[in-house]
């Protein structure tokens, strides 16, 4: 008799606290699963546009160009969902299962994580014209109006007394173009001494006082906060911060910068289960039409489409030499290894 | 005479401080919301995004105060009315989120429930899921604010002893009875307390939500979320506009607190 | 939120119906909701051998980040400890206007974001801010360095504090420091040697108690720190920045020394209230 008590309320115990549990959490999750019903040939589909810092303000206005453009080709209705963050934190947040259709990053070796985990397939980079990569943009200074420390190159900004904002390349996409950038520089103005190189960068990185983990973030604090002398951004970020704030900065393109390739790719893995393929590649293709490169353009990108770069030729500095990642450091998985592992180059420059 | 210079000091100081640690970041947000003027201000609440993240926080709140006032009151019930080995040890398991970085706190649920995760083949067969969804913020939410009631129901209940509790088992009375009749009039206002500094750190939680969100637009966006994204875009007078609404309720709820406090101290004379 | 109720002592008894029940409801939620999240730390770092995780938790940059992390949390605390005996007593001993409001204001740090927090912070201390552009002009910077990530964990720490000793002083009774007086003590002396070793060791708890949220803290802190290397990196960023290099066997490492750390903190404070219990009940 008192056994069976003890047992009953033992159960009772465990009832009462699984039903809260699963009651917590399951009786809100069957929602999402509704997505799973996306078929082409629905009447409404929707997508996951997992993308990084910068672009926000691009794909809410491409979403709308690619929604009207797909109603009129397949009268089907298309939601976008976007979200965005440093690209090393939003390509992990798909890695541990944030299903998005669409990956738009800012750095191959981002993409190229998924491709290692198994969510994208091989060969993802030649899947969409120009490496995958339907806009461009390179590394500018932004400093402040009338430019008064006088910085017109890197070597300026190595120099004592002068305050820079880059954001972390350790967590921020944007913040290894800038590395590799000023990297490239002093490779070409040293003849390739490598020991010199560090010496720079080292020279550089001293001069840091914000390492804000992406770059919105050191955006913000150097146009907002009033921190430092200079900012490296990217260019279209540089551009946009200037079109706010007309009064108070100036863009500066340095002599050489890098050519940075922000890549797109279709989460293979998530499409299937979510039936999205159709739709998801056209979103991606559809980056590569006139009127999309026009809008990148209008969004300070430098569009992949050379004649249409050109009707841009009054915004961009078409004459800055451009280094690669390819061809200068031997694709993004060897750079990685060499600049930004733990213990690598990176490190070693942050050591006493 | 010196006495009164000691006091008015004192005053002075605590009063400075506060003002300069507490009441200054406060004024911060409310003036950037409106210094561009109420249009601005009231675009940047109603918008569709904004709305749905509070619905989102306010969903992930609810859910989150019943489930830890009910861990709360059984957890205090264990710990204050009976003696055991290792209540120490439980004692400390139970408030171990406190003092967890929210980073952690997200990270484990990755861990578990993430594509990484040792769960995902079970919630992959099921078609569940779990973290970059509703449930995952729910139950980071759950996690940090774990011990909030049972921590302030412990001490309450073991103050208050068990003479009281013993005498209606042994008249036959039964748990729950027990439970409602005698003890709860005695720490209703602990209680109520508890659960208002529950919902407070619930509605703000942005670390440990910010890892197991996935910042969907409209979809797994809470609103501490909604103003970091919006701060990302620039849009600082947007950020603190919505943040203000955040400074608003946390206002209301600690009124409600200061009204709880007040008919405790009466109810003790 | 931390009373520390003097407590009138459990006697020994099985005569209250119900333990099996809500032993097993604690026992079950909290293995479902923070034991078994937290034991996939241990499953995480079952592939790693303790030499590998001996080296990443021992790793220069990391245990820089320790210093900072505890030295800035531990000032921060201090200077918490200092001013929570400062406000309990002024908000338990003296009426002045706006009292009600200043002591409600005490909690306004757990119920704000802690995102919102570190914007409104940076922004204030920031070379723009209010406060910090006063302070730009003499030639000191808040915003981005150790002494903003002070501020943060201050602004955080307040309640802890201010709650643990607030109820003890309530408690005591104004009697004995009204006889001291008539007895000619000194204020501070009396201060010192009747009401101090009263509230000390409520003092302590809160001590500890903001001290691990100092260290643990994120949200507020990383807008308002630098987050250069050796200098003004917490430990939670650089978890952060192991994750976002695709390293979670380092970042449960790192996580894990953490979490070890809090527990440790805390069984100490829970002793430590234990014991105060007993003296109490003498």
Same mark, same amino acid.
């Given at each position: ?5 003890? +047992? ?49 303000? +691009? ?13 009129? /080709? ?16 939003? =390509? ?9 259709? !669409?990956?738009?990053? =800012?750095?191959?070796?981002? !993409? ?8 994208? /397939? $091989?060969?993802?980079?030649? /899947? ?46 944007? =913040? ?54 200079? +900012? ?95 061809? $200068? ?24 | ?64 105060? %019943? ?9 205090? #019930? ?31 649920? %990755? ?6 995760? #040792? ?6 067969? #099921? ?61 209703? #206002? ?68 200061? %009204? ?10 | ?125 920031? @070379? ?28 955080? @720490? ?125």
């Amino acid at each position: 008799m008192k056994r069976t008590s003890i +047992l009953s309320r033992k159960a009772l115990a465990l009832a009462i606290t699984l039903g809260l549990i699963t009651g917590a959490f399951t009786g809100c999750a069957s929602k999402d699963s509704s997505l799973a019903a996306n078929k082409d040939s629905a009447k409404s589909v929707a997508i996951t546009n997992v993308s990084y810092d910068p672009t926000r303000e +691009l794909y809410e206005q491409y979403n709308k160009l690619f929604q009207t453009y797909w109603e009129k /080709e397949k009268g089907q209705k298309v939601e976008i969902t976007q979200s965005h963050g440093g690209s090393g934190k939003q =390509a992990r947040s798909v890695l541990e299962g944030n299903e998005a259709d !669409v990956v738009t990053l =800012a750095l191959e070796g981002d !993409v190229d994580e998924l491709r290692k985990a198994g969510l994208i /397939e $091989d060969g993802w980079v030649n /899947e969409f014209p120009k490496n995958s990569a339907p806009y461009t943009s390179t590394i500018v200074f932004l400093v402040r109006k009338g430019n008064p420390k006088n910085l017109k190159d890197w070597d300026d900004i190595v120099k004592s007394g002068v305050e820079v904002i880059t954001p972390d390349p350790k967590s921020s996409g944007g =913040a290894r173009w800038n590395f590799l950038a000023a990297w490239a520089f002093a490779n070409k103005k040293f003849g390739g001494d490598e020991a010199k190189d560090k010496d720079f960068l080292k020279a550089l990185y001293a001069n840091v006082s914000v390492l804000d983990s992406g770059a919105r973030g050191a955006t913000t604090t150097f146009v907002e906060n009033g921190q430092g002398d200079v +900012l490296l951004a990217w260019e279209n970020e540089a551009f946009l911060s200037l079109k706010e704030h007309p009064d108070d900065f100036e863009v500066v393109t340095p002599s050489l910068s890098i050519l940075a390739q922000p890549s797109v790719a279709v989460v293979d893995t998530n499409v299937k289960k979510h039936g999205t393929e159709e739709v998801s590649k056209a979103y991606l293709e559809y980056l590569y039409s006139d009127e999309a490169q026009r809008l990148e353009g209008q969004n300070f990108y430098r569009p992949s489409n050379p004649d249409i770069l050109k009707e841009f030729s009054s915004t961009f500095n078409l004459d800055i030499e451009l280094v690669n990642i390819d061809d $200068d450091f031997g694709g993004w998985a060897k750079a990685t290894e060499k600049f930004f592992a733990d213990g690598a180059i990176f490190d070693e420059i942050y050591k006493k | 005479m010196k006495e009164k210079i000691v006091k008015v000091i004192l005053i002075l100081l605590g009063g400075a401080f506060l003002i300069i640690m507490l009441v200054l970041p406060l004024a911060t947000v409310l003036v950037y919301a409106l210094r561009q003027g109420f249009e601005t201000f009231s675009k940047a609440i109603t918008d569709e995004y904004a709305v749905k993240a509070l619905h989102l926080t306010l969903l992930a709140t609810g859910i989150t105060v %019943i489930v830890n006032t009910i861990f709360g009151v059984f957890a205090a #019930w264990t710990i204050a009315k009976f003696r055991f080995r290792g209540k120490q040890a439980l004692t400390t398991l139970i408030d171990i989120p406190f003092s967890i970085s929210p980073i952690i706190a997200g990270l484990v649920f %990755i861990l578990v429930f993430g594509r990484i995760g #040792w769960a995902y083949p079970l919630l992959e067969a #099921w078609d569940i899921k779990i973290v970059f969804a509703v449930p995952g913020i729910v139950l980071a939410t759950i996690f940090v604010t774990f011990p909030f009631v049972s921590r302030e129901l412990i001490p309450l209940m073991q103050a208050q002893g068990s003479d009281e509790e013993e005498a209606a088992a042994l008249m036959g009375a039964g748990g729950f009875r027990i439970f409602f009749k005698v003890t709860l009039p005695h720490i209703k #206002w602990g209680l109520l307390y508890g659960v208002i500094l529950c919902t407070a750190r619930s509605l703000g939680e942005f670390g440990a939500v910010s890892v197991v969100s996935g910042h969907l637009r409209g979809k797994t966006n809470t609103l501490p979320l909604h103003v970091e994204i919006l701060f990302n875009e620039f849009k600082l007078t947007a950020a603190f506009s919505v943040s203000s609404i955040l400074v608003l309720i946390a206002v209301i709820i600690l009124i409600l607190r200061n %009204i709880v406090e007040y008919r405790v101290k009466r109810e003790e004379r | 939120m931390f009373h520390l109720k003097k407590n009138s002592g459990m006697r020994k008894n099985n005569v209250i119906p119900g333990f099996g029940l809500s032993m097993g409801i604690t026992i079950t939620m909290l293995s479902l909701i923070v034991l078994l999240p937290l034991f996939s730390v241990l499953l995480t770092l079952s592939g790693t051998t303790f030499n590998d995780f001996w080296r990443v938790v021992t790793d220069e940059q990391t245990v820089a980040t320790y210093k900072v992390s505890l030295s800035c949390a531990a000032i921060a605390t201090t200077v918490n400890v200092v001013f929570g005996i400062l406000l309990a007593w002024i908000l338990t001993r003296y009426q002045f206007p706006f009292r009600r409001i200043l002591d409600g204001l005490i909690e306004l740090p757990f119920a704000l974001p802690t995102a919102v927090a570190g914007i409104s912070l940076t922004t204030l201390y920031s @070379g723009k801010g209010w406060i910090g552009g006063w302070f730009d002009k003499i030639g000191i910077k808040i915003s981005y360095t150790t002494v903003g990530i002070v501020i943060a964990m201050i602004f955080i @720490g307040i309640p802890f504090v201010v709650r643990s000793i607030q109820p003890v002083l309530e408690k005591l009774d104004p009697q004995y420091e009204e006889a001291a007086l008539a007895l000619g003590a000194s204020r501070s002396r009396i201060f010192f040697k009747v009401v101090f070793p009263e509230i000390l060791p409520a003092a302590l708890t809160g001590f500890g108690l903001a001290f691990a949220r100092c260290i643990g803290e994120y949200g507020s802190v990383v807008f308002i720190a630098g987050n250069i290397p050796y200098k003004t990196q917490i430990t939670p960023l650089i978890i952060m920045n192991k994750l976002e290099q695709f390293n979670y066997a380092a970042a449960t490492s790192i996580a894990l020394v953490m979490v070890i750390f809090a527990f440790i903190l805390l069984f100490g404070i829970n002793l430590l209230q234990a014991r105060i219990n007993k003296i109490a009940r003498g």
